[in-house]
C-alpha cells in the first residue's frame, strides 16, 4: 500500500508563502495523477490542484489559480504545492490524494489514498 504524508504547513501572514510536501512511500504507483485538497471547518473537501503523471498537465481551482503551483517529482516520490499571496480564505487543512488514473480529476472520489494532512493558516 502507498502512505502519503504531507509535511509544510504552519501559520503564515497574509500576502505570504509556503511550500507543502507530499512524500510517498510503500508500493508507488508513479502513472497516475496526484492532487492536493483542502478542507475548512464546516465546509465540504475541496479541490486546489492536480498534476498528471509526468507533470505536463495541471489544473487549479478558480480560488488558487494564479496564486498556487503544483509540481511533483517522481524520483523523489514526493508532489508539491507552491502558495503565494497567501489570503486568509486559504486557511484549512491541505491533504495530498493519488489519483486512481492518469486522469487528473478533480473530485475526491477520482483519488484512492490520502494523507493524513497539513494545517495551513492564514492570519490577516
Known amino acids: 500500500q502507498v502512505q502519503l504524508v504531507e509535511s509544510g504547513g504552519g501559520l503564515v501572514q497574509a500576502g505570504g508563502s509556503l511550500r507543502l510536501s507530499c512524500a510517498a512511500s510503500g508500493q508507488t504507483f508513479r502513472s497516475v495523477g496526484m492532487g492536493w485538497f483542502r478542507q475548512a471547518p464546516g465546509k465540504e473537501r475541496e479541490f486546489v490542484a492536480g498534476i498528471s503523471w509526468n507533470g505536463g498537465r495541471t489544473r487549479y481551482s478558480d480560488s488558487v489559480k494564479g496564486r498556487f503551483t503544483i509540481s511533483r517529482d517522481n524520483t523523489k516520490s514526493t508532489v508539491y504545492l507552491y502558495g503565494y499571496s497567501l489570503k486568509p480564505e486559504d486557511t484549512a487543512v491541505y491533504y495530498c490524494?493519488?489519483?486512481?488514473?492518469?486522469?487528473?480529476?478533480?473530485?475526491?472520489?477520482?483519488?484512492?489514498?490520502w494523507g493524513q494532512g497539513t494545517q495551513v493558516t492564514v492570519s490577516s
Open positions: 490524494a493519488q489519483g486512481r488514473s492518469i486522469i487528473v480529476g478533480d473530485l475526491p472520489s477520482e483519488y484512492s489514498t
